[in-house]
């Protein structure tokens, strides 16, 4: 696995981003999916704050479409930030790749290129955004199965 840098002490307390700059590699989609679990798993335990597990699982496939977006069509380091935001988890990806993705018209029978579409799915909220460089990709999960987030 290549490096993987994790701001501040490596600790992800309640109301704190994880953040982390993934190298790119063909391990990176692994492990972006390991640190949203291991973000997202202790919240309650912790911070009394109740992650469903229809969220985590969620979590994991948005982290793991937007890098797998990220590490196919851009070159360079991927910033994946996580963080509780109300009721929601937000999951940001950041490439350098300055063009903005689009969801394709449905069709059962293309394969492969449904990750914008899964992601927009089952996201509460979804943006793209240009930066002066690259792109920003951002979604938001709700972590109850209650989406009111009761």
Same mark, same amino acid.
Request: aromatic content about 4%; overall charge negative.
């Given at each position: ?33 390991? @640190?949203?679990?291991? #973000? ?17 699982? @969620? ?6 479409? @937007? ?34 993705? #689009? ?22 909220? #979804? ?22 987030? @009761?």
């Amino acid at each position: 696995m290549g490096p993987v840098t994790v701001s501040e002490d490596g600790i992800t307390p309640y109301g704190h981003p994880l953040r982390v700059t993934l190298d790119g590699d063909g391990t990176v989609i692994a492990t972006a999916r390991q @640190l949203a679990a291991g #973000f997202l798993t202790p919240m309650q335990a912790d911070h009394g704050l109740h992650v469903s597990q229809r969220a985590l699982d @969620l979590t994991r496939l948005v982290v793991s479409e @937007l890098v797998t977006n990220a590490r196919k069509y851009a070159p360079g380091p991927i910033l994946l930030n996580l963080r509780i935001t109300g009721a929601t988890v937000e999951v940001e990806v950041w490439d350098s790749d300055p063009v903005l993705p #689009f969801a394709r018209a449905a069709d059962a029978d293309r394969v492969g290129q449904h990750g914008l579409e899964i992601v927009m799915a089952v996201a509460q909220s #979804f943006e793209a955004r240009r930066e002066p460089v690259g792109k920003r990709i951002t979604a938001c999960i709700v972590i109850t199965d209650d989406p009111s987030g @009761l």
